[in-house]
């Protein structure tokens, strides 16, 4: 008896370790992910000078990976915007936030054939960034997605047609909802991505799918990438928006350059309700050890003839890497406005600027930040 239970306690013990064995050969990769950054603000609406404490696209999300085959992966990942100075979702006036509202999808992965996503994600249109180096300043210093994506725009356009909620004018700064995401291997340093979002809410008089295609060379030293997005507005909006977008960067030691232009149009067939944007911007970075030094420069145009509609912003930041993780930074921006403009950085990185105070001022905000990833 002694015998035989022995042996039945090795068998178990046995089995065990190979159950363990191969339960750790196919268990997914989990990762815990996200960055705080807070930032104390002085801010200029173009009238009244406000000192607040603001949070720059904080988020937290978890990922994971697992093999299927020695070529497929299951993947998946769920990021949430957090807003860790007043606990509210950023830049929505909720108590709370919203679980997965960022980039967030179920996919496979593979390495000869690519990675198809389904869920919310940014569009190839809005994510091309010359490969990070037009983005680069942090704060209320975003001009690609204040300028170049038509945020600025769109309170100055649509008001003179109607108020804030008008329809003629929308930008292009779109994470988007119920979509399927196609991103290709890299090949000859060429990456290509591709997403379609059916229209969900579709009626009998209202159709909008949403299109979005971009191209990226990039081999390590130089960059050049070309996007494009289609989408149909439906219920109360009246025109659809398609941009076109072409990047360009460089590194060369310690300085690095980018460039990027947009061109945003609402298709309308009519020459009174037509507005078009064409925009543009360069961003310099210059780098001596943990110091890195930024400085950009966008320009939105008038939508049309006479409109005095456009905007520009300039932008300048020093950023000090305390380590890999945590870093310090102090920056100045500025929007300009034109006669009938009325861009300000409401709606943008941070949680809580204001609107404009009025057409044609100009509008700033300096700031202290403090950033930790992890």
């Not at 989990?30 to 173009?46: A, H, P, Q, W």
Request: hydrophobic share 35%.
């Amino acid at each position: 008896m002694t015998f035989t239970a022995r042996k039945s306690l090795l068998a178990i013990a046995a089995g065990m370790t190979l159950a363990s064995g191969a339960f750790a050969q196919t268990a997914p990769s989990v990762t815990l992910y996200g960055t705080f950054d807070l930032g104390i603000e002085s801010t200029n609406d173009g009238a009244l000078t406000r000192t607040m404490l603001q949070n720059y696209t904080s988020k937290f999300g978890i990922k994971g990976e697992r093999s299927v085959s020695s070529d497929l992966s299951g993947i998946f990942q769920l990021e949430t915007a957090v807003s860790p100075d007043d606990a509210k979702a950023q830049n929505t006036n909720q108590t709370t936030g919203v679980l997965g509202a960022r980039n967030s999808f179920i996919g496979l992965k593979s390495a000869s054939m690519g990675t198809f996503m389904a869920g919310t994600y940014d569009t190839p249109f809005k994510s091309l960034n010359a490969g990070g180096l037009v983005n680069t300043l942090g704060g209320e210093g975003d001009a690609l997605e204040i300028i170049l994506h038509g945020k600025a725009s769109v309170t100055g356009i649509n008001a003179p047609n109607g108020g804030a909620a008008a329809t003629i004018f929308g930008n292009a700064h779109t994470r988007q909802a119920n979509s399927l995401v196609y991103v290709s291997p890299k090949f000859s340093d060429v990456v290509i991505k591709a997403l379609y979002s059916p229209d969900e809410g579709q009626t009998a008089t209202s159709n909008a799918p949403t299109y979005s295609l971009s191209a990226e060379w990039n081999n390590g030293t130089y960059n050049f990438g070309a996007a494009t997005q289609q989408k149909s507005l439906s219920g109360t909006a009246l025109y659809a928006m398609s941009a076109t977008k072409v990047t360009m960067g460089a590194v060369m030691g310690n300085l690095s350059a980018g460039l990027a232009f947009t061109t945003l149009d609402n298709q309308a067939a009519s020459a009174t309700n037509a507005r078009r944007t064409n925009n543009a911007m360069g961003t310099v970075n210059y780098t001596e050890g943990p110091w890195i030094f930024k400085l950009a420069y966008a320009q939105a145009s008038e939508s049309k003839s006479g409109a005095a509609d456009g905007v520009n912003e300039t932008s300048i930041e020093a950023l000090y890497n305390l380590d890999k993780q945590t870093a310090l930074y102090a920056g100045y921006t500025q929007l300009t406005n034109g006669t009938n403009a009325k861009g300000s950085y409401a709606g943008g990185n941070a949680d809580n600027f204001p609107a404009a105070s009025g057409y044609g001022v100009t509008v700033s905000a300096t700031t202290f930040g403090l950033r930790y990833s992890f």
